[in-house]
Every structure is written in structure tokens, then in C-alpha cells.
């Protein structure tokens, strides 16, 4: 499997994983563009605001929508970037923390269907590869790549 299909492969069971949380689960239902960067933001600390639009595949206009009621509830702020006036760098409030934990505790139960198919070996390593490319991502953003 090349390079291409293993992300391609990675993000289907990622939106597979999501879609089956928020069907199974009222609180990740409402607001699941909300729920969906909230989570994202939690794990992966401030980002730029083109960053996290790409990341979630969404449009610019509809990052900064939905960016613009996320703000307005108290739970992401947004700063001027600090190498690139034209973006934004996003980051999660205090009470933003809080409703990304509380969406991610009610979706924990679905999220055990996800790593139900894994032995406790694949599940260690699973988890270590995870690490190693969220270090990755981390190490990007700092040099701000």
C-alpha cells in the first residue's frame, strides 16, 4: 500500500468512526462540525486557523462561521498569527477544554467499537504510531512549516 492510499485509508475509518459516534450519541449529534473541532483542537494544542480548516476539511468561510459561534460560546479564542498577519492561530479556552472532554466522554463508548478490533498488542502500537505522527505535526508547528 503506497503513502496515498494508507492516509486515504486512515481518514475513511476515521470519518467511519465519527459518524458512527455521533449516530449512537445525542450529545456529538448536535453541533458535530462543533463537536468535530473541539476534539480536534483538545489533541492537537493552537493552530492555525488555514491548519485546523484543512485538517477538517472544510472551507475557509465555513471554518470562520463556524469558528465565529465557537467564540461567541466562550470555548475557542483566536489570535493573530504570529509569523503570518493574514490567519489566525486557534486555540481552546478553559471552557472550551471542558466541552471537548465532556463530548469526548460521551463518545467514548463508540470509540471502543473502533479499537474493539484491535489485540492489545496492535492497540500498543496503534497508540505509538499515533504518538509519532502527532509529535510530528507538533514539531511542523512550531517551526511553523
Not at 492510499?5 to 453541533?31: K, P, T, W, Y
Not at 498569527?81 to 479556552?93: A, F, K, Q
Request: charged share 30%; hydrophobic share 35%; aromatic share 4%.
Amino acid at each position: 500500500m503506497d503513502d496515498r492510499e494508507l492516509v486515504e485509508l486512515f481518514h475513511d475509518v476515521a470519518r467511519a468512526s465519527h459518524q458512527r459516534e455521533v449516530r449512537s450519541n445525542d450529545v456529538l449529534a448536535h453541533g458535530s462540525g462543533q463537536s468535530r473541532c473541539l476534539l480536534t483542537l483538545s489533541g492537537l494544542g493552537p493552530v492555525s486557523q488555514r491548519r485546523l480548516a484543512a485538517i477538517l476539511g472544510i472551507r475557509s468561510a465555513s471554518m470562520s462561521e463556524l469558528l465565529g459561534k465557537m467564540e461567541s460560546r466562550g470555548w475557542v479564542s483566536r489570535t493573530p498569527h504570529p509569523e503570518d498577519g493574514r490567519t489566525y492561530m486557534v486555540s481552546l479556552t478553559g471552557e472550551g477544554m471542558a466541552e471537548a472532554m465532556r463530548r469526548r466522554s460521551a463518545g467514548n463508548d463508540a470509540s471502543g467499537e473502533l479499537l474493539a478490533a484491535l489485540s492489545e498488542d496492535q492497540r500498543e502500537q496503534f497508540g505509538e504510531i499515533l504518538t509519532a505522527i502527532r509529535r510530528h505535526y507538533r514539531e511542523l508547528d512550531e517551526r511553523g512549516a
